[in-house]
């Protein structure tokens, strides 16, 4: 059974940083593309950054870009989200997920594993 736990969340003031994980349960984990997705307050969930399995490419939502970094380490079994120069409009509850085609998506759908996701508070 497939488990992804997310950690590293809490609240924090504009311009602090925080680093989420991703812990996967995931005997091919390496094959697998790994995304980062929020949904702020009453909003839609959106995308904020993947990672492929083959050579870690890696992509970012607009808003984040240069501030965020995704990484993964295939021997943990493990996804981060660096987050920098956090401000108020990233307060989101923040959730990883895995796509088996090892490429994912800006999109949920090629994602079938998701977490229970971590909040991520900032104040002004």
């Known amino acids: 059974q497939v488990q992804l736990v997310e950690s590293g969340g809490g609240l924090v003031q504009a311009g602090d940083s925080l680093r989420l994980s991703c812990a996967a349960s995931?005997?091919?984990?390496?094959?697998?593309?790994m995304g980062w997705f929020r949904q702020p307050p009453g909003q839609e969930r959106e995308f904020v950054a993947r990672?492929?399995?083959?050579?870690?490419?890696?992509y970012y939502a607009d808003s984040v870009k240069g501030r965020f970094t995704i990484s993964r380490d295939n021997a943990k079994n493990t996804v981060y989200l660096q987050m920098n120069r956090l401000n108020p409009e990233d307060t989101a509850a923040y959730f990883c997920a895995a796509a088996a085609d090892g490429y994912g998506s800006r999109w949920s759908r090629p994602f079938e594993y998701w977490g229970q996701g971590t909040q991520v508070t900032v104040s002004s």
């Open positions: 990672i492929t399995a083959r050579n870690s490419n890696t």
């Open positions: 995931i005997r091919t984990f390496s094959s697998y593309a």
